[in-house]
């Protein structure tokens, strides 16, 4: 591979702002793996945010690549899979997987897409250099003949209709807005764009915590829901704690230690068929990567106030963010119900059917 930009390759990323600045170019804020592709002819990469290769996961796209793509090139892009209107996070997750006859089994199932919103190089040209509505006039060019599973981020300078994509995307599994300054050159690894996302709150019972990796104080408090049949489901965590909050935390939850699992509602947490009637925390996961997914267990008696962003299906997405507790409200009360449900949005609309 001889290209004028080369691997590895840092994405330019966005720092988060409270509403949508005047002024940008903006796009929808993509829920998938975010990926610089590389191609020269035959060759291509597909390389992930920390630079680890994603090709062996997804040929479906390393072949779209091949088809769709000019024959040299660098885009930035986001790899999504979408089907039944809106995007499907866990099912990326999935790919991840050791056995290439499992990951070719899951590309014919649910395939995946490549959306690109950023173009690098051409050619023998870098564009790293050039502004962003430039880079996005090249892209827009470039891309245009391209057919579907590759697709160009529908983009606006209308701040208006950058309002209105805010509100409804979310209903497609998207979470929120990026605004682009127009005059920006491309900045590998700098938070130099703009992100808006959603913010919500949800009161949940606190069932567990896990030791921070530093040592014997508190790393991320464990989440729970109550489902329509009363079952506590693991939705997530709170963590980013100052380090003398999390020693703090450790007395302050001692009364409600167990001194084991048994008689907790998420006893079989370490059985990997339970997992498949109930959502608990150290579940089988190819992206633990080894680590210690234990945890200590308390008896699901207190409630905290959090802040989310979105819901990928029955949990949070990202890490949440501690607000309060709330000794007013009983464990039972936590309930999904009161999770606000976003308005629903076919991403067929949004990637031209």
Known sequence: MDLPVMPPVSPMLAKPVAEIPDGMQYEAKWDGFRVIVFRDGDEVELASRTAKSLSRYFPEVVAAVRTELPARCVLDGEIVIAHDGRLHFEELLERIHPADSR??????????SLVAFDLLALDDTALLAAGQSERRRAL???????????????????????????????????DGVIAKPPHLPYRPGD???????????????????????????VGSLLLGL???????????????????????????????????????????????????????????????????????????????EVGYDHMEGSRFRHTA???RWRPDRTPESCTYAQLEEPVGYDLGELLGG
Do not use: I, N
Not at 191 to 217: I, N, Q
Not at 279 to 303: F, N, Y
């Open 226 to 304: 109550h489902d329509t049949a009363g079952h506590l489901q693991h939705v997530g965590v709170c963590a980013s704690f100052p380090m003398a909050r999390r020693r703090a935390l450790v007395e302050e939850l001692a009364p409600l230690r167990m001194a084991e699992a048994a008689g907790h509602p998420w006893a079989g947490w370490a059985d990997e068929a339970a997992h498949t009637a109930r959502r608990m925390p150290g579940g089988p996961s190819r992206w633990s990567g080894g680590k210690d997914l234990s945890w200590v267990p308390l008896r699901p008696e207190r409630v905290c």
């Open 103 to 112: 990951v070719r089994t899951l590309a014919a199932r649910t395939p995946a």
């Open 191 to 217: 938070r130099a764009m703009f992100k808006v996302k959603h913010a919500r709150t949800a009161d949940c019972v606190v069932a567990g915590y896990r030791l921070h990796k530093s040592g014997p104080v």
């Open 140 to 174: 827009v060019e470039v891309l245009r003949p391209a057919r579907p599973p590759v697709h160009t981020a529908p983009a606006t300078t209308d701040r208006d209709v950058a309002e209105r994509w805010f509100a409804q995307f979310e209903g497609a599994g998207l």
């Open 321 to 323: 963010q501690f607000r």
